[in-house]
């Protein structure tokens, strides 16, 4: 499996998680207080579907290509935001496009190539820093922010086979250092154990106020698959968790396979 974002833009796994970014950042900026969103690990802003990585692997035709038209209601926003968008926006343009006057975004990106298109994308913006770093070194670096409110994104590659580990370890850090942030924290799901693992691993992390949302389009038994993907909400904002079971239900409906074992769903990993 090749890791560069750009073989898996607009797949079922980036519907999912700009989905819920979108309804995060909506709900951050109903106060007025300024915000600092980090992304962790950013890509490069914008992709093409019809040529290129993306092309190759089509993934994005049983993603994003089964939401564009009449989208339910609970996605409304998010894919309204892509046609306004075009291309396929990544995470640094979704997170940008909904950003007021006084919002801050960092962007960091190891990938050397992807670094320096990032950097392209966003030329003499202000409001934008691009830094070609390690996204868990930059949980310590780059927080607390200023603003003091906002979120961080992270969404690491999985390349390395002690990723939950070191996903958990830079959560910890990062809250640390910014209790009142919203953290959302990607995850695939090829199998369940290491899934179980990684939550039983919070539960016992002393994180609080944490909850997991999924989605699983096929019984997670074959490691080789990307079956289903989650993401971790640390200080969830309010009436989260009323609201995203119908997106989770949205997507379910638009992107599932039929098969054994998918579903959709939200657990509260820790209470606040």
Known sequence: MNYRHAYHAGNFADCMKHAILVW?????????????VLDTHAGIGRYRLDE????????????IARLLDAPPAPLADYVGLVRELGLYPGSPAIIRALMRADDRLACCELHPEDAVALRRYFLRDRQVAVHHRDG?????????PQAGRGLV???PPYEATDEFERLLAGLRRGHARFRSGVFAAWYPIKHRAPVRAFHAAIKESGLRDVIAVELVLRDPVEPALLNGCGLVIINPPYRFEGEAPAL???LLDRLGTRERGEGAGLLRLADE
């Open 136 to 144: 868990y070194e930059a949980l310590g670096a780059l927080l607390p």
């Open 24 to 36: 995060l950042l909506r709900a951050l900026a109903r106060k007025a207080a300024a915000m600092f």
């Open 52 to 63: 290129g990585p993306a092309a190759r692997t089509s993934e994005w035709r049983h993603g």
């Open 248 to 250: 989770l239900g949205a």
């Open 153 to 155: 994104l992270i969404d």
